[in-house]
């Protein structure tokens, strides 16, 4: 497996569209044998009427895709030149074997992934049981934190950014302005790659979260650690939290602050769900977000009390200057 993953070429996964969606190796490529109606038929077959019927249909489906398939083949290896083809589909069967079979017949080697992406994602969950240095960042609402985190990266630290790889804030406003999320399957993927970049590092650095990321799970054994982890908590004077969630939020649509508001107003409550909705409607962004900054705060100090936490207290410092305090002052270990 991991073998595999360092080699150099092109990564392509043969599986269906929809398999591909759901999670695949990040940096991998999709280069489906059949769509997703044609291997429900094919798995169909197999399942009525035994192998030999599914070949039969599935070299029907391939047949007058053979030569297009041929020339995307040629073209990705065209682009490394002297590195394999890597091949993987579900469990390294008949689909990648079949690609590589093509790929033979164009003089192009090919290697395929043992076990298929079924092991990979056996490697995934592993990697999330393993050990791991862990540190948390954590702070209330505005304070910076993703952009600290993002600082330290630039100076070497081990991080690794767990809304940035969600495409997700982490609240109910969280979604806004990003792209959409991948599945938690497909973020566990990139999870693991992220971790196993990190390996042998004193440190590795993430925000402190909920379990959940907008609808992307933080994978238990990863979670357990985390709730293990000690923890550093920035601290910001009120207006320069203002100002930093005013700067992210204020270029937002209106009507999806509006509805991200509403979603929440059993937990901000009737009257500071009507100022919020009120200052939105003025486009008085400042005092939109102080509403939502008491009940945000409460969550906050709930979730952190549950870890050993320092306090650090940042002012307001620049993200980049503020990464520079917490190494000379040795609250963050250096470059890995």
């Known amino acids: 497996m991991e073998a595999f993953l360092a080699a150099p070429g092109p990564l392509l996964d043969v599986r269906t569209p929809a398999e591909f969606a759901q999670g695949h190796i990040p940096g991998a490529l999709n280069l489906p044998l059949f769509d997703d109606a044609g291997r429900a038929e094919v798995g169909t077959l197999y399942k009525g009427q035994g192998r030999q019927a599914a070949v039969l249909r599935g070299l029907a489906l391939v047949g007058p895709r053979l030569e297009a398939m041929g020339a995307e083949l040629t073209r990705r290896a065209a682009a490394s030149p002297g590195a394999p083809l890597r091949l993987l589909c579900w469990r390294g069967g008949m689909r990648s074997a079949s690609v590589a079979w093509l790929a033979a017949q164009l003089d192009l080697p090919a290697v395929l992934m043992e076990g298929g992406y079924k092991a990979y994602r056996r490697w995934v969950l592993a990697q999330f049981e393993r050990p791991w240095p862990l540190r948390l960042l954590g702070g209330r609402t505005g304070t910076g934190k993703t952009d600290l985190l993002l600082a330290l990266a630039e100076c070497g630290v081990a991080v690794v950014d767990l809304e940035g790889l969600a495409h997700h804030r982490g609240s109910s406003f969280g979604a806004l302005g990003l792209p959409p999320q991948p599945s938690s399957e497909h973020y566990e993927n990139r999870l693991a790659l992220a971790l196993r970049g990190l390996e042998g590092a004193p440190e590795i650095w993430l925000e402190a979260e909920s379990v959940q990321v907008g609808r992307c799970r933080i994978p238990a054994g990863l979670w357990r650690q985390m709730k293990a982890a000690p923890a550093l908590a920035v601290q910001r004077p009120l207006e320069h939290r203002l100002a930093q969630l005013v700067r992210i939020?204020?270029?937002?649509?209106?009507?999806?602050?509006?509805?991200?508001?509403?979603?929440?107003?059993?937990?901000?409550?009737?009257?500071?769900?009507?100022?919020?909705?009120?200052?939105?409607?003025?486009?008085?962004?400042?005092?939109?977000?102080?509403?939502?900054?008491?009940?945000?705060?409460?969550?906050?100090?709930h979730d952190l009390s549950a870890h050993t936490s320092q306090p650090v207290e940042l002012g307001e410092l620049s993200a980049e200057a503020a990464a520079q305090l917490l190494l000379q002052r040795g609250l963050v270990a250096g470059s890995r």
């Open 249 to 301: 939020y204020g270029v937002q649509d209106p009507q999806e602050l509006a509805e991200a508001t509403r979603r929440i107003a059993r937990r901000l409550g009737p009257q500071r769900t009507a100022a919020a909705l009120e200052a939105i409607a003025a486009r008085d962004w400042t005092a939109a977000c102080r509403q939502m900054l008491d009940y945000y705060d409460r969550c906050y100090d």
